[in-house]
Structures are given as C-alpha cells and as structure tokens.
C-alpha cells in the first residue's frame, strides 16, 4: 500500500508498504534502493514480494528528489540519504513497529551500512552488489569532476537520465569513512555480489567482508547483473535474505505491530496476483510459497501450477492419513510414496494414483492401508460435491 513521511528537512517521501496480505507480520524491514533509482525498480518490488512470504513487511520508499518523493535531487547527498532511512524507521516505529532489518541494493547497500549503528531495533543489515564506500558512485562523473570543482555543480547522464551533481554531493560522498563505520557495525550482515557484477565489481563485496566483524556471511549471486534484471534472480536474494534473518531476528508474531494496526489473520489461506504473468504468492497461515503456469503455457515455470497443487494436496493428504493410522496400529511404516497424474477423459476429469509403502508389513497390512488412502480428507472432499461459496471480508 501506498505511504508517505516526511524526512528531517519536512519534505515529504513516497513510499510503498508491503504487508503480508492474510498474515500477521513478523518484522519489519526498509529497503534502500540503488543511486537514482526509485523504489519501483523490478527488483525491489521482487525481493519484498519473496520476503512478504514469510511473513516480513518491507518499506520501500523514494529518496529525497528521486521517484516520487519531494525534493531536489541536486540538494540532497549520501549523508542525506542516511537521515532519510532514520526519518522511515521513525515513521515504521511510530505507526507499525520498529524495524528489525536494513536492505540496501547498491549505493543503497552503503546506506544501511551507514545507518544501521544510528537504529537501535535492527537486528540484521543485507546489502546487495552494494560498493565499498559511497565514494565508489563517483567514477560515474570522473568526467566532470574538474566543471563541478570550479563552477560548484555539473549535469551528468547517469543511466540514460540527466542529473545535476553539486559540489556539496561530491565532497559529503569523499569524507564518508566506511571502515570506521563497518568496525562499529554490531548487528548481523550478509553481503550478497554477482561476480559478474559490471557496475560494482565484486572486490567492493571482499573489502566489506574483511573489515565487518562477525557475524557475517557471503552469498554470491553468480550470473545476475548489478541490477538484478532477471526475475528469478531477485526473487531468490528475498528468499535468501528471509531465510538468513531467520537465524539472527525473532520472526515471531509481532504483538506490538498487531497492537498498532490490527493486522489480523483473516483467512487460512490468501493468494495474491499483481501485475502481468501468472506468478501468484500463496499464503497460509505460518508458510508461503509461489505458484506459476510453465513456460510455454505463458508463466515462468517459478511455482507449481494450480493442477500440480491440487494433485499435492491429495498426495501429502494421503500420506499423512496412513503414517497416522500406522501409528495408531503401531506398524512398521516407514515410508509412503504418492504417485499423482490427472487427464481429462471424455469430459470428465480423472486423478490417477499410485501407493508404495515400505517397511516390515505383512500383505494384509499394504492391502489395508491401500483401504484407508481412499478415506484421507481430501480424497472424500474431492469426490464429493464442493460448494464454493462467495465470501465477503469485512
């Protein structure tokens, strides 16, 4: 959902919140985007989608003069776009909760590096092809350094879009003093680089490793480009960085976020489709998961497709109604294997299905287990007559 705040200079900064649809949230997050970009680059919206699965809200939002936030670009620089993530968890804190972790991609990466020690309630910082030291993004004007140094401000392309640099930027990005900043640093960090990052090469990811101190930890993201263009790259570094803050963040219910907005669980199961494709996220109520149609039916071939999760949910159903009744019986089971396929046959609609069992069972036993897979759940609801029903949340 769309929000907005204001920074330390009173300008005001758009952002977006995703928030686990269906599910109380566990933590939240602020992500940093890379230098000029905005909050609504691909990546960004494709990592916080990963990360809302399992249940972490993520802020994104605008620096000053930049996407749709306020501002002049040309009057801000790094040190403004540290304050600016403070001005977002002072917004996080005083309307949701405070947030537990910091991602940045790019210059954003240096950001949070920056600012993390300046926030108490983060726990874990991930930053993403991020450069060691922010003074990394002036090779990006080498060109005009001489304009702006005699005449204090110079227009430079940077990424196909023209942007006035200003003195001040120039000198603020020189006097950030990254190894001070990553020898103070005390919260858990993944470093996550693309050895074939072109734009910020992979030696920044090295220098950042060795100067933090531990915990930390290296994910390299071989064949991705410093962008993170390709979807299935960038839905990955959200699942990464979820799964890692897992170890160093309690994920938790948040008693306080649920306090602050009423974020309340209002179905067992939510699946949200946004945009173009067919990429769909799943959620339970304690898991996530994506499904898809395969590539040549026009998706990405990134989840199971609808019939793949029908054909799942009889399976794992059957599964678990003879490991409970084995037990029950105290039988020697030990595995059970369910074999699924669907067709259509002369318009009616055919679940092909084959058991395997093993353990220590007599011929009576797989027979009868062979019995009882008929009477699982989801077998009984599937043969039956099902009503969906329409249904209005309040």
């Known amino acids: 959902m769309k929000v907005s705040f204001k920074n330390n200079e009173g300008i005001t900064l758009a952002a977006s919140l995703d928030i686990p649809k269906g599910r109380v949230v566990k933590a939240y997050a602020i992500f940093a985007h890379c230098f000029t970009c905005s909050k609504s680059l691909s990546a960004v919206r494709n990592i916080s989608r990963a990360m809302k699965g399992e249940g972490i809200a993520v802020l994104r939002f605008d620096f000053t003069g930049l996407g749709n936030s306020a501002g002049d670009f040309s009057d801000s620089n790094f040190s403004s776009n540290v304050e600016d993530l403070l001005s977002a968890a002072n917004f996080l804190e005083a309307n949701y909760a405070a947030p537990k972790l910091l991602i940045g991609h790019s210059l954003g990466g240096a950001a949070v590096l920056f600012a993390a020690g300046k926030i108490s309630s983060v726990e874990a910082v991930a930053t993403i092809g991020a450069p060691f030291g ?44 990254t190894k001070s900043v990553l020898s103070a640093l005390d919260v858990a960090l993944l470093i996550l680089h693309s050895p074939q990052d072109s734009i910020v090469e992979i030696d920044n990811a090295s220098k950042i490793y060795l100067e ?110 003879l490991r409970m009744y084995a037990d029950r019986k105290k039988w020697p089971l030990e595995e059970v294997k369910v074999h699924l396929r669907s067709t259509q046959e002369d318009g009616v609609f055919k679940i092909y299905r084959a058991l395997e069992v093993e353990g220590n069972l007599d011929t009576e036993q797989v027979q009868r287990l062979e019995e009882i897979a008929d009477r699982c759940p989801v077998h009984k609801t599937i043969s039956g007559e099902v009503d969906v029903v329409k249904w209005t949340l309040d």
């Open 212 to 321: 933090a101190k531990h915990p930390k930890s290296f994910v390299s993201l071989d064949g991705a480009d410093h962008l993170l263009s390709d979807k299935s790259d960038s839905l990955y570094v959200g699942k990464v960085i979820s799964a890692w803050a897992s170890r160093y963040m309690d994920l938790k219910l948040d008693e306080s976020a649920v306090n602050k907005k009423d974020i309340a669980l209002v179905a067992p199961v939510t699946v949200v489709l946004q945009g173009s494709g067919f990429t769909t996220e799943v959620y339970t109520t304690d898991h996530a998961f994506v499904a898809d149609e395969p590539v040549d039916l026009g998706g990405q071939n990134l989840g199971p497709g609808p019939f793949d999760l029908l054909l799942s949910s009889l399976g794992t159903c059957t599964a678990m109604t």
């Open 134 to 177: 922010p003074g990394h993004v002036q090779h990006m004007f080498d060109h005009r350094l001489d304009e702006i140094e005699k005449t204090g401000a110079a227009h430079v392309n940077i990424g196909g879009r023209p942007f006035l640099v200003k003195k001040q930027f120039v000198e603020d990005i020189q006097r950030a003093d």
